[in-house]
Structures are given as C-alpha cells and as structure tokens.
C-alpha cells in the first residue's frame, strides 16, 4: 500500500514542471510518509513551526569534481534517482569507510557537510552546496530525477532541523528552517549504527 501511494505521489509531481510548482502540504506528506523516523527523532514534530521561505534562490553547479568519478567505498552511502542516471552523496564528508581486515567498516566524523551530485551518463560530479560544522544532512528523498529534498540539521545557538529543497532542472532551490528543537537521538548514527558497522 505504501509503494503505491509513493508511485501515486511521484506521478502527480510528475504533471508539474519542476519543484518550485509543488505545495508546501505536498513536501510535508512526502517527508512524513518516507522518512517518518526522521520525523521521530525529534523531540518535537520537526514538520511544524518552520519559518516561511522568502523564495527560490538559484545556485550553481560548482564543477569542482570534473573528472572525477567516484569511490568504490563511498557507494552504500549514495542516494539514487529513480532513473538510477544521477545520485547525490551527503555522507563523505560526515562518514568514515575503510577497509580493515576485510571488512568495510564506516565511522561518523563530523567534520563539515556537503550536497554533491553525480551524473552517471555525463561522468560528472557537480557540488551543489557547501556548509561548516554547523550544518549536518540526515537523509535524502528523492521526488523526480529534477527533484529532492534534503533533511538535516543546523546549529545556530541550538538545534533546528533544516529542510531543503532543490530543483536540479531548473537550478533552484530552497530551505525551511524549524525553530529550536531537540533531538530524541541522531538519526545519521542509528540509520549508519555507528560506532562503526560493517558494509560488506
């Protein structure tokens, strides 16, 4: 019933012509009936109380990463379109992979955070934001092969959950951020269970 409803959501997203058409009702269902554990991670529902978006701010697809494909390690942690053409990583720059006695093992780090996008067809990589320590990504959803939201955290003078919102067609995106909240437990440690867990 919940892979129909899904496929019933993408198609109808599917009829408008990028992100910034969709409701801001139609990204709350959304989060709420695929990552509902996100959602229970906070102490208070993270869906309310968010500020309002002035607009849809362009970005630019820094190529920083032409040429440059991907790591064989780093691939459990990518987060795929439904084509399977393109995929974001959220996760290299938080998590830890390596080899050790055979196993693939990952560790959290917490180092910085960053929204890269890999096109499979082209071989490129494209970064689409770049944030600090304040800034931590939680997970992905992916809408349509144009669009994705962002779930995650941001720390400025305490914890507010942070939802943003890109439409990769029309190079443009979003964010709502939520007022002080507190979390129940990382979300990023129990979806990885870290310490450090075996990949392979």
Not at 28 to 33: A, F, L, N, Q, S
Not at 74 to 88: H, R
Not at 170 to 180: A, F, L, R, S, V
Request: some cysteine; aromatic content about 16%; glycine content about 4%.
């Amino acid at each position: 019933m919940k892979r129909i409803i899904f496929i019933v959501q993408v198609i109808s997203l599917l009829s408008f012509k990028g992100c910034f058409a969709q409701k801001e009702s139609d990204f709350r269902r959304i989060i709420k009936e695929n990552k509902p554990e996100w959602i229970s991670s906070w102490e208070n529902n993270p869906l309310i109380n968010f500020e309002k978006p002035k607009e849809w701010k362009t970005f630019e697809k820094t190529n920083w990463y032409n040429g440059y494909w991907t790591h064989p390690l780093y691939a459990p942690v990518y987060i795929y379109s439904p084509s399977k053409t393109l995929f974001v990583d959220i996760y290299s720059r938080t998590v830890s992979v390596e080899i050790v006695n055979g196993d693939t093992i990952m560790q959290y780090l917490e180092p910085e955070s960053e929204i890269v996008l890999f096109d499979t067809i082209k071989k490129s990589a494209y970064s689409l934001a770049f944030f600090g320590s304040t800034t931590y990504f939680d997970d992905l959803i992916w809408i349509t092969d144009s669009c994705f939201i962002v779930l995650g955290t941001c720390y400025e003078q305490g914890e507010h959950p942070l939802i943003m919102i890109y439409d990769i067609e029309n190079m443009i995106y979003t964010e709502y951020k939520g007022t002080m909240n507190k979390r129940m437990y990382s979300y990023i440690e129990k979806k990885f269970n870290t310490g450090a867990v075996k990949l392979n």
